[in-house]
T-cell receptor
Framework: QKEVEQDPGPLSVPEGAIVSLNCTYSNSAFQYFMWYRQYSRKGPELLMYTYSSGNKEDGRFTAQVDKSSKYISLFIRDSQPSDSATYLCAMRGTSYDKVIFGPGTSLSVIP | KAGVTQTPRYLIKTRGQQVTLSCSPISGHRSVSWYQQTPGQGLQFLFEYFSETQRNKGNFPGRFSGRQFSNSRSEMNVSTLELGDSALYLC????????????FGDGTRLSIL
């Protein structure tokens, strides 16, 4: 079993839809949780960075962390074609641990 | 503020050669991490340097090595290149202190012929 699991997709939604992206993990020591967006031929871009359990909102993006279920989510409201990319979840234990990435979910938002 | 800069962007090498990739972190960042990204394996951690010292290491063979200079710039070297080393190599920098996430460059695309 991999430390971080993520549905690879591809996920295809119409413009304006609410998108839900999810990751599960096995290591209960993870405390820091991140979501990155990666466009083709570019490096990952940090979208959200959260610590421990709870919700965090930034514009159209909401990150949720449920440590009791070892489950994190990223919600995208009013999705746009420009949101079409691969979304990577990532997590780490202490701040000095290496970061572990999920395999990524490919998202297409259709106009 | 300038982002993470990686050079070169593209590189073609042949088996058996060696290669050196360069990474300039965001100004003020002292931690630099290197990752290998392939379609089959995703993002895999190579190593992290903080203040010129290797702080973490992934599960890659000794052919993969790195170093960090006093100005926080980092280089990664791969010796005796193999076909399987073809990948996107990404560098990420952070302040290296608690609660500070990593920011990535656009990577070096390495192709081995």
């Amino acid at each position: 079993q991999k430390e971080v699991e993520q549905d690879p997709g591809p996920l295809s939604v119409p413009e304006g839809a609410i998108v839900s992206l999810n990751c599960t993990y096995s290591n209960s020591a993870f405390q820091y949780f991140m979501w990155y967006r990666q466009y083709s031929r570019k490096g990952p871009e940090l979208l959200m960075y959260t610590y421990s359990s709870g919700n965090k909102e930034d514009g159209r993006f909401t990150a949720q962390v449920d440590k009791s279920s070892k489950y994190i989510s990223l919600f995208i409201r009013d999705s746009q074609p420009s949101d079409s990319a691969t979304y990577l979840c990532a997590m780490r234990g202490t701040s000095y641990d290496k970061v572990i990435f999920g395999p990524g979910t490919s998202l297409s938002v259709i106009p | 503020k300038a982002g993470v800069t990686q050079t070169p962007r593209y590189l073609i090498k042949t088996r058996g050669q060696q290669v050196t990739l360069s990474c300039s972190p965001i100004s003020g960042h002292r931690s630099v991490s290197w990752y290998q990204q392939t379609p089959g394996q995703g993002l895999q951690f190579l190593f992290e340097y903080f203040s010129e010292t290797q702080r973490n290491k992934g599960n890659f063979p000794g052919r993969f090595s790195g170093r960090q200079f006093s100005n926080s710039r980092s280089e990664m070297n791969v010796s005796t290149l193999e076909l399987g080393d073809s990948a996107l190599y990404l560098c990420a920098s952070s302040a290296g202190t608690p609660n500070q996430p990593q920011h990535f460059g656009d990577g070096t695309r390495l192709s081995i012929l």
